[in-house]
């Protein structure tokens, strides 16, 4: 997982206190939900949410634990369950190389499970009060998450007349949740009103950043490298913003829309849905993209943060920048 | 809906606003979410939970109209989401004579306006500060939903060793969710502990009277009247308090036993197993448990709550112990 490289040195402890509080959290009377939930757990993950906000809360020494981890854990809990939902509503059999709670226990429980697990992240933070920005914001990161995959859902095989379409949906699929971890981290270190705006606004970025270098590796990579065959995405009819650029700027605009369009595309025409793609310079728009809300993302980290965790946060977006797996 | 009853008199102004928030609730930016939220809450509902809530408040006449109201909101909103989920997992084609939202618009858009609405209840009632313990109480809220329907699902069709494991399992289904309504309701009315506690007994037991009243109609009601054919329970897979008495204590158990748990079961073994329940004592012994839980929430109800409110929660009590629609 991403949490072992060394841009998460300084939270280290945390995240391994976290693996604790995650099978803890879990534990239920329903032996069924125990197993389930500390399957899920234990399929990995990169608690990537969970370690951007505790980075941030490293910005003050003077923290408790006890009030700190709890919003780790609601933070990664919530991106858990929306991941069980999601691979019900994707039938996808596997999971980070594990079998997903849809495959081995059915639909029906998955999506059950996945409720408990969204109730439970609720449930635990409010034991401690967090106050009223907190709550509110971590129950519109679930709006968004069951919003954006509604857009996707219903609006899939079709190109957005707007790149802004586009935007608005990985905003709220992606970037948003990690805009609200650093958010919180930052409002639990009792930062300032600027420094709480800015750290969000990093997050943003980076996940944006992180959600289109997503949708580029997975025209320009191979199943070896990402687990899943190349042009997936078109596959599942989720269009990326090569796509739309491509069809907005490049040659053989129709041919390609009228492959993205048809749910049942052959592989053949996939195949040439991605060369269209490759051949316009579509890829390096998406590529220029990245590296732009990468440094708004950089230029945006306050000078007053501790330089520990100023340099953590920059490690973190050049990571971003340079990921090829 | 039972709101139109007498006994919600003094709730009637609140209901009718209810309405009002319902539907502003669910306006997103998201068209597709605005007509879905739209036709679950036009689609009706009894809107007992928040009903129940509001009459508690009512025992305090100064509270601010702006502070109760949300609550009321995310009391309905979740036990919709909760029935959204339900249907999705039951392959419900209708739902108080409407479509259900998996019928009309796919089970994937369902799963994701469930999750929605959820998130919705929990970020409207983050706008005000409500404190720690209502907070936790709607988010069990949620985790006993779904490990009560887990429950439901896993050990369907299987007579349990113990009747406890039926009442657990419809207190986290029904009653526990009634109890809370009224819990929280008495802590917004600034109600003593002692009448908190005995508030959230009252809804425990009218809840628990409520889904065993239900148990029996299953049994001896017909299609006319509750609009599912008699037996559906059985044939669900869902074991009720008469079928478990009468397995414990009737003649004819293991042939009672053999066709509950066989998932094929023909219409003539459903009508045998309906017979052999009624032939036994097992709906009187199910009408006594309904009256002894409905003289319980009578007893318990404090001296000390306004005569209006009082008198409401009796007719309650009494209204759901004549129910025989």
Redesign the interface.
Known sequence: MLTKNKMFFIIKKDLSSLENLLHETVT???D??TDIGNHLISSGGKRIRPALYLLATKSNPNLDKDYVMPLAMALEMIHTA?LV?DD??DNAATRRGSATANAKWGN??A??????L???A??A?????Y??RI??R??????D???G???Q??FGYTIPDSIDIYYERIAKKTANFIATSCEIGAIVAKLSAKEVDALREYGYCIGMAFQIVDDILDLTSDSKKIGKPAGNDILQGVITLPVIHAYKHGENSEELKNIIENRQMSLEELNRAINIVKNSNSIDFARQTVTEFLNRAKNILPDSLPQSVRTSFIEIADFIGSRDY
Chains 1, 2 share one sequence.
């Open positions: 239920s009377p329903v069924l939900i929306s939902h019900v509503l029906n429980i999506v059950l499970t996945g409720d408990y969204f109730a439970k609720f449930a933070i409010a034991k401690n009060d106050g009223t709550s509110e971590l129950a519109t990161i679930v709006c998450l069951s919003e995959e509604i857009l859902n219903h």
